[in-house]
């Protein structure tokens, strides 16, 4: 593979449970991003970690959490899901070695529906 | 509050050009960028600019002026693939990315 997959690419879902979408990259990149786009809205952070081990949280953290503990992987779990959370999620990478806000780079997004 | 102002849509003639502006107002600056978004696809990388002035890269080229808080993407020569969302993002004082909800840029033949 080459650069960022994401999986499932879509997802119906009843309210109430857990689902993780998945991220990889293959990049090696330190950063990972996930977010979710909403029409009429720009991209909104969820979560963020800038390293293997770290994680932080972004603009609409609240029902989502993360874990990185590789490089590679960024997992994000919806433990119990609303439907105020039907969006597409996309996962992004970035080298943070060049210093200040670096191009990201996407997955091809997951498009998540919660009935 | 942190703001990033771009037209919801614009349209435009295949073969002519066409100016996408982006204000912002943001906690600290670093760096602007534009992507561009097809339907149903993810956003890929266009253009990054940290310095006023102009950046051209073919087709397209990214105008900043930091003293005004405003950038423009200029496409010229427009194909009908380049129908397509654009998107504007500003590096903030945490180096996260602040987006704006995108122009849709519809070309008509």
């Known amino acids: 593979i080459a650069g960022i997959t994401q999986a499932p690419t879509s997802q119906i879902l009843a309210a109430g449970r857990r689902m993780t979408l998945r991220c990889t990259q293959d990049?090696?990149?330190?950063?990972m991003y996930w977010y979710r786009q909403d029409l009429g809205l720009g991209l909104r952070l969820i979560h963020y970690?800038?390293?293997?081990?770290?994680?932080g949280k972004g603009e609409v953290p609240d029902g989502y959490s993360v874990s990185r503990a590789n490089t590679d992987d960024f997992p994000l779990t919806l433990a119990s899901a609303v439907p105020s959370q039907t969006s597409v999620y996309f996962c992004?990478?970035?080298?943070?070695?060049?210093?200040?806000?670096?191009?990201?780079?996407f997955g091809p997004g997951t498009r998540l529906t919660v009935l | 509050g942190q703001n990033i102002d771009q037209p919801t849509e614009m349209t435009a003639t295949e073969g002519a050009i066409v100016q996408i502006n982006c204000t912002y107002q943001t906690s600290g600056f670093n760096g602007l960028f534009w992507y561009q978004q097809h339907a149903g696809e993810a956003p890929t990388f266009l253009s990054y600019n940290v310095l006023d002035g102009l950046e051209e890269k073919g087709r397209f080229s990214s105008f900043l002026s930091r003293s005004k808080g405003y950038s423009y993407l200029l496409l010229k020569e427009l194909q009908m693939k380049d129908s397509a969302s654009y998107l504007c993002a500003v590096g903030d004082s945490n180096y996260q990315l602040i987006w704006g909800a995108g122009t849709k840029l519809i070309i008509k033949p």
């Open positions: 990049m090696r990149h330190n950063a």
């Open positions: 992004a990478s970035s080298d943070s070695a060049q210093g200040g806000a670096d191009t990201q780079y």
């Open positions: 970690s800038n390293t293997a081990g770290t994680t």
